[in-house]
């Protein structure tokens, strides 16, 4: 009869013969880990004061990293397979081998020695090592990640307004042209310039331009929603990328931006800032560089009409 028939056949009978030995711990468990049969040597090593019975195995045996105890189950025709663990009560190391029986496990457990410990620990220590060096590298890894991103950041942001730069304006602005163009979207481009600006710059000083740019930044970026792209397209001049939007909506967007920029009292109780603005509406036959130019004309067209209004691009 093969080894696995007496452990599939004759499970007491092997738990009994097993049980003569001073040096093994041998133990059965159910499907789910619960004790049901123990020998002498596993009640003198346990200390036990009444029975073991019911007891769940991992209250027993631990594994050597703080996890969750799973068997390593050998198959008795193939070479059987140890696993180390440990005794909770002492911390002693035990060889373990665990085979499947009826609707359980027999588990047979010889003592590691003194050198075993010694690797074992060896190895944990090792292991220990390891895992300190692994969340090192993770912590710096996150932490280039996080630099890269602030990097890239700042390589894309306007210092003064916080928008974007025109550098990736126009990354992006050819990503969504193509986009637009490919599949018969809206997409509406509006071209803002501050009236005066040299004035203002003149008569209150830079840091006060400075000021009424950021608040103009601030104000832009207040009203764009998330797939909107408002950046610094040089100077006073900024512009607002506009997707799924139409001439009208953009108007709209202008209307609301001039309004707060009128209130915001940044000057003087008596003297404002206005802005001008050009808008235009993709329609057939545009280029990425003709959407652009027909704001720009636009712009030029709200200046000449005296300011502090926007023209919509024919």
């Given at each position: 009869?093969r ?9 007491a ?24 049969f ?5 009640w ?18 631990c ?40 609707d ?9 020695g003194?050198?075993?410990?010694e ?13 300190e ?17 602030k ?13 974007s ?7 992006r ?22 009236d005066?600006?040299k ?19 601030s ?9 909107d792209?408002?950046a ?6 900024l ?7 139409s001439?009208?909506?953009?108007t709209?967007?202008y209307d ?11 000057l003087?109780?008596?003297d404002?800032?206005?802005v ?14 003709l ?17 502090d ?6």
């Open positions: 009869m080894m696995i028939e007496i452990v599939e056949n004759y499970p009978f092997l738990a009994r013969f097993l049980s003569l030995t001073r040096t093994c711990l041998v133990l059965m468990t159910d499907e789910n880990y619960t004790l049901t123990y020998n002498e040597t596993f003198q090593e346990m200390h036990l004061l009444q029975g073991a019975d019911g007891m769940h195995l991992g209250s027993i045996l594994p050597l990293e703080e996890e969750e105890l799973s068997l390593t189950v050998s198959n008795p025709e193939q070479k059987l397979v140890p696993q180390i663990l440990r005794l909770c009560s002492t911390d002693a190391l035990y060889r373990c081998y665990c085979c499947k029986i009826d359980g496990y027999l588990i047979i457990a010889d003592k590691a003194s050198r075993d410990n690797v074992l620990d060896n190895m944990s220590h090792l292991s220990n090592e390891l895992s060096l692994s969340r090192e590298l993770s912590k710096k890894n996150r932490d280039l990640q996080q630099a890269n991103e990097i890239t950041q700042l390589a894309r942001t306007d210092y003064l307004t916080g928008l730069n025109r550098s990736y304006f126009q990354e602005w050819k990503e969504i042209f193509s986009l637009t163009k490919r599949h018969g979207l809206e997409l509406s481009v509006l071209l803002a310039d501050l005066h600006f004035r203002i710059n003149d008569s209150y000083g830079h840091d006060i331009g400075d000021k009424v740019l950021q608040t103009f930044g104000i832009l970026a207040s009203e764009c929603r998330t797939e792209l408002a610094r397209y040089g100077g006073e001049e512009i607002i990328m506009l997707p799924k939007t001439a009208s909506g953009a709209a967007l609301r931006v001039r309004n707060q920029l009128l209130n915001s009292n940044i003087s109780d008596s404002y800032v206005t001008s603005a050009g808008i235009a509406e993709y329609k057939a036959g545009d280029t990425e560089e959407l652009l130019k027909r704001a720009d004309d636009a712009l030029y067209q709200a200046k000449d009409k005296g300011r209004r926007c023209v919509v691009s024919a």
